[in-house]
């Protein structure tokens, strides 16, 4: 039996996004001045809206004994998490900037992060907004982090 699985996303020019999302984007490029990448020398800032209102934003944090540190998008998870349980977060922006990520090349969370959006979806029953932007300022934004991950662990 063959069986196929497809995803959709969308490809926008950061201008075009909401204002609230291109504020989301700009907290998000932001916080990546924060990050502590010593190593792999590519920052990463991730910024979550609330349902609520609220943005928490957070940066990789590496550390030299790898893997102890966290990427970005678990770093804001979880803060959202602790600081604000119960309230379910709907739209995540993700950037980045290093040599891990040239010209033209489209930002991909890794798969630690992915199923870490997929359980935080899974959690609040509700889909999170995805949008990575790259270093040209083209978003690529995706309708549910399960589309990041289509076969997640614990589905």
Do not use: W
Not at 64 to 93: D, N
Request: charge should be negative; aromatic fraction near 8%.
């Amino acid at each position: 039996m063959k069986e196929e699985i497809r995803i959709s996303y969308e490809k926008f020019h950061l201008t075009e996004l909401s204002e609230k999302e291109q504020l989301l984007v700009t907290k998000a490029r932001e916080v990546s001045k924060n990050a502590y990448a010593p190593y792999s020398k590519f920052k990463v800032g991730a910024s979550v809206l609330l349902e609520n209102g609220e943005v928490i934003s957070g940066s990789n944090q590496e550390n030299i004994a790898y893997p102890s540190g966290l990427c970005a998008e678990r770093v804001a998870l979880f803060a959202a998490g602790a600081q604000y349980p119960g309230v379910r977060a709907l739209t995540m922006a993700i950037v980045a900037e290093g040599d891990l990520l040239p010209d033209g090349a489209a930002l991909s969370p890794c798969g630690g992060c992915r199923q870490v959006m997929c359980e935080s979806e899974m959690r609040q029953d509700s889909a999170i907004r995805i949008i990575l932007v790259d270093k040209n300022d083209i978003a690529t934004v995706f309708f549910s982090a399960s589309d990041l991950l289509p076969l997640t662990f614990g589905k």
